[in-house]
């Protein structure tokens, strides 16, 4: 009996880890919907209660409510935007194909703005030109950056259902908070104790705080910069607000894309107007974030912008275009709940 017991345990086990392997391989293509879901249930709760008392306390009308509203503010700017996307990635693909990427040369009218055109000019052709033979030898290179550019513009459309089934998953949150709650208390008790129990009200700071201040910044400077490009007539002004908001993500200064896009306004503008409100309006999008942040976030958990970058662009190289935001809130809910486990074992150690 003795000896059969370590076999009996190993068994046992063995069946355990494939029955766990086999679950977790059923549920992981619902598991990038599910995390989503749950970031923005709690996101949105605030909105959500609010919504519940207008309708006298009934949860699946305010919940069926919010979801069609959210739906709505995601689908409508996708399809507004959804020609000028898809131009802007046969774009970069012809330019890919026929290893054309490079500085084009200064149009002649640039010299003769005022004030600062010759220096624009004089600066814009010596890029150019100097450029060219760097741009030769990088072109590999560039070829790839073309071309992951373009696989993330295809995954707009994937991350595009996955958002509308997280907002889905989100109403069904909302609904049955109650339970949610409880299922969420007993797991961390059972893996934490009354400690994990604890740390619950940090990772639902970090992730308002993230989908408030980051993510939620980065969706208003994307729409904003597309009001912007598609009004100054730039080509492609879908991918490359794609693109602005792939950096506010990643806590880069959309100016970025938007530098370059102001340089393009005027080399090919014959307004002056156009090209001078365009420039101040892209300025005033890149740095929009100082004023929107403390509005949505308010007091929030604070979340080093490192934790943030790591999260996003990690989570843009593991899942693609979703993981972009995903991976911010999961990353900066970790940090912060290691943040909050070490400073209890401190205030344990100093007492």
């Known amino acids: 009996m003795r000896e059969t017991a370590p076999i009996d345990l190993t068994v046992r086990l063995v069946v355990i880890a494939l029955l766990v392997y086999w679950c977790f391989a059923i549920f992981r293509p619902f598991l990038m919907p599910t995390v989503l879901g749950i970031v923005l249930a709690v996101a949105l709760y605030p909105i959500y209660l609010k919504l519940e008392r207008v309708v006298g306390g009934r949860r699946k009308i305010a919940a069926t409510l919010l979801v069609l509203a959210c739906l709505a503010a995601l689908l409508v700017p996708t399809l507004l935007l959804s020609d000028s996307l898809i131009d802007g990635v046969r774009m970069v693909s012809a330019r890919v194909q026929e290893g054309t990427i490079k500085i084009p040369p200064a149009p002649a009218s640039v010299a003769e703005w005022p004030l600062i055109g010759k220096p624009v000019y004089d600066a814009w052709t010596l890029a150019s030109t100097n450029l060219d033979a760097v741009a030769d030898k990088l072109q590999p290179a560039l070829?790839?950056?073309?071309?992951?550019?373009?696989?993330?513009?295809?995954?707009?459309v994937f991350a595009g259902l996955l958002a509308a089934i997280g907002f889905a998953i989100a109403g069904v949150f909302w609904v049955r908070r109650e339970s949610a709650l409880a299922t969420v208390t007993a797991l961390s008790r059972r893996v934490g104790g009354e400690r994990g129990a604890s740390l619950i009200p940090l990772a639902r700071g970090a992730i308002t705080s993230v989908a408030k201040g980051v993510l939620g910044v980065a969706a208003i400077q994307s729409v904003?910069?597309?009001?912007?490009?598609?009004a100054a007539g730039v080509p492609g002004a879908g991918l490359w607000a794609l693109l602005v908001m792939i950096l506010a993500v990643a806590q880069l200064p959309p100016i970025l894309i938007l530098g370059p896009a102001i340089l393009y306004v005027m080399a090919k503008s014959d307004s002056t107007l156009t090209t001078v409100l365009f420039a101040v309006w892209s300025i005033a999008v890149s740095f929009s974030d100082a004023v929107l942040k403390p509005l949505l976030m308010g007091r929030g958990t604070d979340i080093p912008v490192a934790v943030i970058l790591i999260g996003a662009i990690g989570g843009l190289v593991l899942h693609?275009?979703?993981g972009l935001f995903v991976g911010a809130v999961v990353f900066s809910i970790g940090h912060t709940l290691i943040s909050g486990w070490i400073g209890?074992?401190?205030?344990?150690?100093?007492?």
């Open 143 to 156: 070829k790839k950056v073309g071309l992951w550019l373009v696989a993330t513009a295809k995954q707009g």
């Open 224 to 230: 904003l910069a597309a009001i912007g490009l598609v």
């Open 320 to 322: 693609g275009l979703i």
């Open 344 to 351: 209890a074992d401190e205030t344990v150690r100093s007492t």
